[in-house]
């Protein structure tokens, strides 16, 4: 069993559509979570990253963390066509960060 | 932001040669930093972590004598293949680890698309 699953989508939705990308983990060790998103052919870009349960909001986009149910999630409102990525989730207990397989999202005009 | 650069950014080279990816932190100091490789449509796997002035710690099934790591400074760090193959021909992408933030995040290099015929 892998130490981060994430849903595999892809997810395709329209434009304007609130978008949820979720991973779950099994490993307690790990404190601190990122979301990082990839365009085709580039490396990761880092999004968002927290340490506590609860939200954190940037912009359009929302983190949330629960640690007590081992889950994390990324909300993205008023999604655009520029969204359209490969969304990883990576999480950390010693330094070293785990990632999920990503999600592949495309937003349709 | 902190910003990380790979060079070169795709390369083409024939069978059994060696091939040189450098990557730099170019405004930050980076004490760590990684080094993956991504097939078409799949998820990152961490080859090894490198330590400015140490040795890199390969993981499991990765080949330390072919893929060789020297992190010669606090800004750069570089991967060789050597007598690279066709098999061998992938996205390579690094990352670096920073104290900004809460030091557990890691700012990734554009990544070097590596082609061996």
């Known amino acids: 069993q892998k130490e981060v699953e994430q849903d595999p989508g892809p997810l395709s939705v329209p434009e304007g559509a609130i978008v949820s990308l979720n991973c779950t983990y099994s490993?307690?060790?790990?404190?601190?979570f990122m979301w990082y998103r990839q365009y085709s052919r580039k490396g990761p870009e880092l999004l968002m990253y927290t340490y506590s349960s609860g939200n954190k909001e940037d912009g359009r986009f929302t983190a949330q963390v629960d640690k007590s149910s081992k889950y994390i999630s990324l909300f993205i409102r008023d999604s655009q066509p520029s969204d359209s990525a490969t969304y990883l989730c990576?999480?950390?207990?010693?330094?070293?960060?785990?990632f999920g397989d990503g999600t592949t999202l495309t937003v349709k005009p | 932001g902190a910003v990380v650069s790979q060079h070169p950014s795709w390369v083409i080279c024939k069978s059994g040669t060696s091939v040189k990816i450098e990557c730099r932190s170019l405004d930050f100091q980076a004490t760590t930093m990684f080094w993956y490789r991504q097939f078409p449509k799949q998820s990152l796997m961490l080859m090894a972590t490198s330590n400015e002035g140490s040795k890199a710690t390969y993981e499991q099934g990765v080949e330390k004598d072919k893929f060789l790591i020297n992190h010669a400074s606090l800004t750069l760090s570089t991967l060789t293949v050597t007598s690279a193959h066709p098999e061998d021909s992938s996205f390579y992408i690094c990352?670096?680890?920073?104290?900004?933030?809460?030091?557990?995040?890691?700012?990734f290099g554009p990544g070097t698309r590596l082609t061996v015929t």
């Open positions: 990352s670096a680890k920073t104290n900004r933030g809460f030091g557990y995040e890691q700012y």
């Open positions: 990576a999480m950390s207990g010693d330094g070293k960060s785990t």
């Open positions: 490993n307690s060790a790990f404190q601190y």
